[in-house]
C-alpha cells in the first residue's frame, strides 16, 4: 500500500485556487446590454425630433397637411391665459388684449433678449408661434405685428400635421 504524503490534500486545494487565480478575468455583457437598451429607449421616448411641443396641453394646435418640418427657432407660445416666450411666462393675455393698439411691450423685450444686436440682419431672423385654435385672430395679429417689430422677419404658425388624404 502506498502512503499519502501528510498535507497532500491541502496541496491539491491551493493548486486548483492558483489555476482559478490564472484565468482571465470575464465581463457579464447581459447586464450592459440591458443597461444601454434602457437607455436607447429612454432617449428614443424624450427626444422631440425637432418639433417644439405644446407644453402639458395648454395649447390645442389646429390642423395642416404641410410636408416640411420646422426649423429650431425661438417660440412664442400663446395659451388661453398667458403668452410665453420659450416657455418663460410674459404676459397674460388679458393684459395684451386691453393694452394699447400696436405691440405688446413686455413680449417685444421678451423677443430682443433672444438674439445678440448685431448676429444677423432682420430678415433672417425666424420665429414660431403656437397659439390655441380658441384664441381671437386679434391676439394673433398683434402678437405677429410685435415680433415683426422686434426684430423677426420670418414668422411661422405652429399646426399639427393631418394625414394628406383626411378631410
Known amino acids: 500500500m502506498t502512503r499519502i504524503p ?15 487565480a490564472r484565468r482571465w ?5 447581459v447586464a450592459l446590454m440591458d443597461v444601454f437598451t434602457i437607455l436607447v429607449f429612454f432617449f428614443l ?17 389646429p390642423e395642416s ?3 416640411r418640418q420646422p426649423r429650431d427657432t ?12 420659450q ?7 388679458d393684459t395684451a388684449m386691453h393694452a394699447s393698439r400696436g405691440e405688446i411691450k413686455p413680449l417685444w423685450a ?13 430678415a433672417d431672423r425666424e420665429v414660431t408661434i403656437m397659439g390655441d385654435k ?4 386679434v391676439l394673433l395679429n398683434r402678437v405677429m405685428l410685435t415680433c415683426k417689430r422686434a426684430g423677426y422677419g420670418s414668422i411661422s404658425l405652429s399646426v399639427l400635421q393631418r394625414p394628406s388624404g383626411a378631410g
Not at 501528510?6 to 492558483?18: E, L, S, V
Not at 478575468?25 to 455583457?29: G, K, Q
Open 74 to 85: 425661438p417660440v412664442v407660445m400663446i395659451t388661453r391665459e398667458t403668452i410665453l416666450v
Open 6 to 20: 501528510r498535507g497532500a490534500a491541502q496541496f491539491k486545494w491551493r493548486r486548483q485556487r492558483q489555476a482559478k
Open 134 to 137: 380658441s384664441i381671437p385672430f
Open 45 to 61: 421616448v424624450h427626444s422631440v425630433g425637432g418639433v417644439p411641443e405644446a407644453h402639458d396641453g395648454l395649447v390645442s394646435l
Open 110 to 122: 421678451a423677443l430682443q433678449a433672444q438674439f445678440a444686436p448685431d448676429v444677423t440682419a432682420d
Open 25 to 29: 478575468p470575464t465581463l457579464n455583457l
Open 65 to 67: 397637411v404641410a410636408d
Open 87 to 93: 416657455g418663460e411666462p410674459v404676459v397674460a393675455v
